[in-house]
């Protein structure tokens, strides 16, 4: 089968990454399904672990597949497996960082715990582009936020993955949406609720903005530093890439918590349903085949993405 592998780490995405032609199928242990994959999802994780960002310094032992979030038709079952059988279609992850075989692949392996039937109103492209952002998102928002009607809240970075979920979710609950974005995304945020759009280029959020309940940050750096600002007492800030400020958390007296996303069944079975109910939908930015794998890795990288970029595997 033809997968995307990563053969070492670099920082030239296109000299440590390729397609290999003649790739084994992955075998099946107990508790995981084997998949023929449709789609995969790009993530900033994918190109990360292509620069050694998740090795703590080791070399490759050997080539990876790469890839996470997927959507794909179960070709086969191992022991113990009784929830899913052959031709259910589903959706979840694969990245080998958890166990999977990969999900840039033709097939892959994956625990049943990291997977869900796919959401019935979602075709390949959007189930693809679902796993990772919408389970962040509803995390954050639901878990760690704990978001009720009425509440203000700011999510950064409002048209990627994982900010365009995090509106529709809010929004959904009654909240009140701030959001930063570039302007000329200003539509597409309108368009998925948000109240309040602040271009980060030429306006400064924490002028704009005072005694908010929450902030969601997907940013990062300096634009989470600033974010305490714009909170009330006792309000709370969460970040997916940061960890709490315990200095700006005494000085503003506010929470703090960093999110480390975990994929369950559990999770992708809620969001399936906030999708099928209509709740929230995904905008695919761009689909690139698989041979043109690389290509849409930098892409998701290096542009500014409305929503998600896909992989077409089948």
């Known amino acids: 089968m033809k997968a995307v592998r990563l053969k070492e780490y670099g920082d030239d995405i296109n000299k440590v990454v390729g397609i290999d032609q003649d790739v084994e199928v992955p075998e099946l242990s107990p508790g995981k399904v084997l998949v023929k994959v449709h789609a995969a999802a790009v993530n900033p994780i994918d190109w990360k672990i292509t620069q050694g960002y998740t090795s703590q310094g080791k070399d490759l032992e050997s080539p990876v597949t790469l890839g996470g979030d997927f959507t794909g038709t179960v070709a086969d079952i191992g022991e113990c497996v009784t929830e899913y059988g052959k031709g259910d279609d589903v959706y979840g992850t694969a990245i080998f960082l958890a166990g999977g075989s990969g999900?840039?692949?033709?097939?892959?392996?994956?625990?049943?715990?990291?997977?869900?039937?796919?959401?019935?109103?979602?075709?390949?492209?959007?189930?693809?582009?679902?796993?990772?952002?919408?389970?962040?998102?509803?995390?954050?928002?639901?878990?760690?936020?704990?978001?009720?009607?009425?509440?203000?809240?700011?999510?950064?970075?409002?048209?990627?993955?994982?900010?365009?979920?995090?509106?529709?979710?809010?929004?959904?609950?009654?909240?009140?949406?701030?959001?930063?974005?570039?302007?000329?995304?200003?539509?597409?945020?309108?368009?998925?609720?948000?109240?309040?759009?602040?271009?980060?280029?030429?306006?400064?959020?924490?002028?704009k903005l005072s005694d908010y309940d929450a902030v969601f940050d997907t940013v990062g750096g300096d634009t989470y530093k600033r974010s305490y600002q714009v909170l009330k007492k006792g309000g709370i800030i969460v970040s997916m890439l940061e960890s709490p400020d315990e200095e700006l958390m005494n000085k503003y007296q506010v929470n703090a918590e960093g999110q480390f996303t975990q994929i369950s069944t559990d999770s992708l079975q809620k969001l399936a349903e906030l999708y099928d109910r209509g709740v929230v939908t995904v905008n695919v930015d761009r689909a690139f085949p698989m041979d043109k794998a690389v290509d849409a890795m930098a892409y998701q990288r290096d542009s500014s993405v409305k929503g998600k970029v896909v992989i077409e595997i089948d």
């Open 103 to 207: 999900a840039y692949a033709q097939y892959l392996s994956t625990d049943t715990k990291m997977i869900a039937k796919k959401p019935e109103n979602a075709n390949n492209l959007e189930a693809a582009a679902l796993p990772l952002v919408g389970v962040s998102a509803l995390d954050v928002i639901t878990k760690k936020i704990k978001l009720q009607e009425g509440q203000k809240i700011l999510i950064h970075g409002g048209s990627g993955g994982i900010g365009s979920m995090a509106i529709q979710i809010a929004k959904h609950l009654g909240a009140y949406v701030a959001t930063t974005a570039r302007a000329d995304k200003t539509d597409y945020l309108r368009e998925l609720g948000a109240d309040k759009i602040i271009d980060y280029k030429n306006e400064k959020f924490e002028d």
